[in-house]
């Protein structure tokens, strides 16, 4: 079976507010991750946006060159917006913070199957993932979207959605 991910938004990678810089990154770095570890046929990665501001424009420069930089491959895209159907067809939506939790319970509705959640809660911290359309400090999210994913890795593995026989870096 596959798991459905939706990111950020930006994560299962899915939900983040413009979807160009936190989700987009989460997204590669997520897919890079299952795929360094034989299970890209195990997941659906994609990434959407809470908000609209940003349909249509492709990855933010900054997010584009980390990801260069940390050799994550990564392809063209374009800001799409998470809609109400998403929610039915991911098993997981992974946000970026709180406000775009808000916002997804605006698009989505009540989550009464437990899908949606913060990155950051697959680790041992417990605040938002930066977004650095505001900081500007790509590196710091970078940090944050790579311990979130792998953590993400863990919570799938402890609870038997994924081989306990891969070691999931920490």
Same mark, same amino acid.
């Given at each position: 079976? +596959? ?9 299962? *990678?899915? /939900? ?6 936190? @989700?987009?990154?989460?997204?590669? &770095?997520?897919?890079? +991750?299952?795929?360094?570890? !034989?299970?890209?046929?195990? %997941?659906? +990665?994609? @990434? ?6 940003? *349909? ?19 392809? @063209?895209?374009?800001? &799409? =917006? ?5 929610? !039915? ?7 970026? /913070? ?6 997804? =319970?605006?698009?989505?509705?009540? /989550?009464?199957? !437990? ?22 400090? %790509? ?6 979207? &790579?311990?979130?994913? !792998? ?5 799938? =593995? =402890? ?6 026989? *891969?070691?999931?870096?920490?």
């Amino acid at each position: 079976e +596959i798991l459905r991910c939706l990111v950020g938004s930006e994560m299962c *990678i899915r /939900d983040s507010h413009g979807n160009i810089c936190r @989700s987009p990154m989460a997204e590669f &770095v997520m897919k890079k +991750i299952v795929a360094d570890n !034989k299970l890209a046929d195990k %997941f659906l +990665i994609n @990434s959407s946006a809470t908000s609209t501001e940003e *349909i249509g424009n492709g990855i933010h420069r900054g997010t584009k060159a980390k990801l260069t930089e940390m050799n994550i491959p990564f392809t @063209s895209r374009h800001a &799409v =917006q998470i809609t109400k159907d998403d929610y !039915k067809n991911y098993d997981y939506i992974i946000a970026m /913070d709180s406000m775009n939790l808000r916002n997804l =319970q605006r698009i989505v509705g009540f /989550d009464n199957e !437990k899908k949606i959640h913060r990155l950051l809660e697959f680790t041992n911290y417990s605040r938002d993932v930066a977004d650095p359309w505001y900081t500007g400090n %790509f590196d710091e999210t970078y940090e944050d979207v &790579v311990a979130g994913c !792998k953590g993400f890795l863990y919570y799938l =593995q =402890q609870k038997g959605d994924i081989s306990k026989e *891969i070691e999931i870096p920490r």
